[in-house]
């Protein structure tokens, strides 16, 4: 059985203006302060000589390495980004970057917002527009029903409440 993997499919390019500013704070931080720190200390491992058996030398390589991918990413990422600023013209309708309160049924309600793949934070209840709930929400309004197949079951979500801040 060989390595290899089928790729990804990319999230998609939306982002809020708060999303799209901590990738590009992420972006600087990484290269104009991070990387340079770990370069001087891979550097000084390198110096102290024999590199097979030098624990410092191997642990900044392979830091190094993890900070050179994710700024390949983030410079990738911040090339495609489409930055959505304002609310939809119908503001009753589900779309990027809307709040939305569910009520499962016997259930307590939850609210969500729905965000890009590169802000979700589910302590926020950001949730990616790429995800199942997202997706069985869009272009839906108040009052109106979907069912989401969640990994533990099938529930079953009512449209509470629609909100764009």
């Known amino acids: 059985m060989g390595r290899w993997r089928a790729p990804v499919k990319p999230g998609s390019p939306y982002i809020t203006p708060a999303g799209a500013k901590k990738l590009k704070e992420e972006l600087i931080y990484l290269w104009k302060t991070l990387r340079p720190e770990v370069v001087r200390a891979l550097s000084a491992a ?33 090339d495609v980004i489409k930055i959505v600023d304002r609310p939809p013209a119908d503001i009753s309708i589900i779309r990027f970057g809307a709040w939305v309160t569910l009520q499962e049924q016997g259930d307590a309600s939850v609210t969500y917002r729905i965000v890009g793949v590169d802000e979700t934070d589910a302590s926020q209840g950001y949730i990616s527009i790429d995800s199942p709930v997202a997706l069985a929400l869009l272009g839906r309004t108040v009052g109106q029903s979907t069912a989401v197949e969640l990994p533990e079951h099938r529930a079953r979500f009512k449209i509470t409440a629609i909100r764009y801040s």
């Open 46 to 78: 390198a110096a102290e000589g024999d590199r097979s058996e030098n624990a410092e030398y191997i642990y900044r390589k392979k830091q190094l390495g993890e900070i050179d991918r994710r700024l390949r990413y983030l410079s990738k990422r911040v």
